[in-house]
């Protein structure tokens, strides 16, 4: 059977629980939040010493962890085994007796044990590991979230302890943390721990808890070039230049990079609702009016030639493009091409 995180995390709650599990996929967030909920919902604290082990899939075979789960609970109706890092996964692929014992264990698994597998590797739908987990256990993909995902994943991820946020609070946090979920949960945690339930996250608390400048951001920078507020957007861009530390320059032309092609792709764009342009463009519909406004302000051609300009910028910073430069050269000598162009 097929489960998302979620459905697995209320199963767990329900104590409705599977024989075998396995969780897979590119993104680890999602399998080490499942896992602890393993580790520390299944089980009293007083089973665990005799009911609940963690083993790591380098050290074990196949053979070895079904021994493990063929054994039966002391004192509990339930054991808990997890194999972390489970490549003894793989490693049966290229081995007929221990594909066998695999198989053998999802076709009868042992009702008392709660066996799970966690592969930090998403593996394909062809894949022969997956066809016996899905038909006697649970399979849960852990896949990446896109870019434009990532607002409304942190939302949700806030509105879970109810608490809302503003769209441009939102925005600044998703553009100062990117794509990894570990640490905007980390980030977001800071605001559950200090804003009350029911509460809305503004700019004042993002750059109280975060320390997220409310000035100086990376969201304050995208809004100024899409302006073409040239004075505003200089004086951000010499702020990241004098503290790269804390405003490194690769997060900042991924920024741009994904800013320009939604503004690339919304000059092919018809006449259409600012609902369905959000859609298209992955966008929250309050920020359509801004990409309407970077539409104007930088045609077609120019827009293309900024992208030019962010990849040889890339190209710089990893040293294969011109001779060596700063970080806070890179930063200004973009920006103002972005401008100037």
């Not at 609940?52 to 002391?74: C, E, N």
């Not at 970077?294 to 910073?317: M, S, T």
Request: charged share 25%.
């Amino acid at each position: 059977m097929i489960k998302t995180t979620l459905e697995v995390r209320k199963d767990i709650k329900k104590k409705a629980l599977a024989p075998i599990y396995l969780l897979h996929g590119d993104e680890p967030f999602f399998i080490d939040e499942l896992v602890h909920a393993f580790e520390t919902e299944v089980l009293s604290e007083d089973q665990r010493s005799f009911n609940q082990f963690v083993l790591f899939g380098k050290d074990h075979t196949i053979g070895s962890v079904v021994s493990h789960a063929r054994r039966y609970p002391m004192m509990s109706e339930l054991q808990v085994i997890i194999v972390k890092e489970a490549v003894c996964l793989e490693a049966a692929l290229k081995s007929k007796e221990e594909m066998k014992a695999f198989e053998d264990y999802c076709a009868r698994p042992t009702p008392s044990t709660i066996l799970v597998f966690a592969l930090k590797t998403l593996l394909t739908d062809k894949s022969k590991l997956l066809a016996p987990f899905a038909a006697h256990g649970v399979v849960v993909a852990s896949k990446k979230i896109s870019d434009d995902k990532l607002g409304a994943w942190l939302k949700d991820y806030l509105g879970q302890h109810s608490i809302r946020i503003q769209p441009t609070s939102l925005e600044m946090m998703v553009s100062f943390v990117g794509a990894d979920l570990q640490r905007m949960a980390h980030e977001a945690d800071k605001l559950i721990v200090n804003v009350p339930a029911g509460s809305e996250v503004g700019a004042e608390e993002v750059e109280k808890y975060i320390g997220i400048s409310r000035e100086y951001n990376y969201f304050e920078y995208q809004k100024a070039i899409m302006q073409r507020n040239v004075e505003r957007a200089q004086k951000i861009a010499f702020y990241f230049a004098d503290h790269t530390k804390q405003n490194p320059v690769a997060p900042m032309l991924i920024m741009l990079f994904n800013f320009f092609a939604k503004v690339l792709q919304a000059h092919d764009l018809g006449a259409m609702s600012d609902g369905e342009m959000a859609k298209v463009l992955g966008i929250n519909p309050y920020f359509v009016r801004d990409y309407m406004t970077a539409k104007r302000n930088y045609p077609l051609g120019k827009v293309v030639r900024v992208i030019e300009a962010i990849k040889n910028a890339d190209l710089k910073v990893k040293g294969v493009l011109g001779h060596a430069q700063t970080d806070r050269e890179i930063i200004l000598d973009l920006s103002f091409e972005i401008l100037h162009l």
